[in-house]
Antibody
Framework: QVQLVQSGAEVRKPGASVKVSCKAS????????MTWMRQAPGQGPEWMGW????????NYAQRFQGRVSMTSDTSINTAHMELTRLRSDDTAVYYC??????????WGQGTLVTVSS | HSVLTQPPSASAAPGQRVSISCSGSTSDIGSNVVNWYRQIPGTAPKLLMY???LRPSGVPDRFYGSKSGTSASLAISGLRSEDEADYFC???????????FGGGTRVTVL
C-alpha cells in the first residue's frame, strides 16, 4: 500500500533553516511528482511547490522563491523540503503529497514546524 | 491568504443535504479543474473529488461535485455524523503558476 512517512516535529529560532523529509513506499517513487504544502492553524493548505523525483526538476511557488529547496533521493525513495530564513509566520504543519493526474492522492501525516525565539 | 473563497461553515440534519460553494476567478477555476479534499482536524487531508466531479475509489456517491464558470460546489446528500469534517477546494492558477486552495468549510451534522 502507498505510504508517505514524514520526519518528526521541529522547533527552530527565527532566521534558522529546517529540512523535512518524506519517505515513500508502496509505489514507483520516480513515476509521480511530489508536492509540498503547509497549513497554518485554522487555514486552508498553502502550496509550496513540487519536484519531479525522476529528473530532480522543481517548480516553486513564487512567494517561497529563494527560501525553499526541494530535493529527492531516489536511492532511498525520499523527498526533502528545506525552508531557510525562518520567520514566526512559517509556523505550520508541513505536508508532502503524491501528485496523480490532477489530484493529490496520498498525503504524509504532516510535520509540525514551530518557529519561536 | 486563500485565493479561492469558501463559506467558513455549513450544517444540516442527519439525512439531509448540504452544499459547499467555492468561488474563484478566470485564471483558476475558470480555466482548470477543481479538486476537493476532506480533513478531519488533526489529520492530513484526503482526496475526495477530482476533475470537478470524479470520485476516487471508496468515496460514496452521496458526494457530488460540479463546476460552472468560475465557481464550483460540493454537495453531500444523506448526511451522516461521520461526514463532519473540513472540506477544501483546490485548483491550478495559471497566473500564479501554482496550486491554490480555499480556506475550508467546516461541515457540522446537527
Amino acid at each position: 500500500q502507498v505510504q508517505l512517512v514524514q520526519s518528526g516535529a521541529e522547533v527552530r529560532k527565527p532566521g534558522a533553516s529546517v529540512k523535512v523529509s518524506c519517505k515513500a513506499s508502496g509505489y514507483n517513487f520516480t513515476a509521480y511528482y511530489m508536492t509540498w504544502m503547509r497549513q497554518a492553524p485554522g487555514q486552508g493548505p498553502e502550496w509550496m511547490g513540487w519536484i519531479n523525483p525522476s529528473s530532480g526538476g522543481t517548480n516553486y511557488a513564487q512567494r517561497f522563491q529563494g527560501r525553499v529547496s526541494m530535493t529527492s533521493d531516489t536511492s532511498i525513495n525520499t523527498a526533502h523540503m528545506e525552508l531557510t530564513r525562518l520567520r514566526s509566520d512559517d509556523t505550520a504543519v508541513y505536508y508532502c503529497a503524491r501528485v496523480r493526474g490532477l489530484g493529490l492522492d496520498y498525503w504524509g501525516q504532516g510535520t509540525l514546524v514551530t518557529v519561536s525565539s | 491568504h486563500s485565493v479561492l473563497t469558501q463559506p467558513p461553515s455549513a450544517s444540516a440534519a442527519p439525512g439531509q443535504r448540504v452544499s459547499i460553494s467555492c468561488s474563484g476567478s478566470t485564471s483558476d477555476i475558470g480555466s482548470n479543474v477543481v479538486n476537493w479534499y476532506r480533513q478531519i482536524p488533526g489529520t492530513a487531508p484526503k482526496l475526495l473529488m477530482y476533475s470537478n466531479n470524479l470520485r476516487p475509489s471508496g468515496v460514496p456517491d452521496r458526494f457530488y461535485g460540479s463546476k460552472s464558470g468560475t465557481s464550483a460546489s460540493l454537495a453531500i446528500s444523506g448526511l451522516r455524523s461521520e461526514d463532519e469534517a473540513d472540506y477544501f477546494c483546490a485548483a491550478w492558477d495559471d497566473n500564479l503558476n501554482g496550486l491554490v486552495f480555499g480556506g475550508g468549510t467546516r461541515v457540522t451534522v446537527l
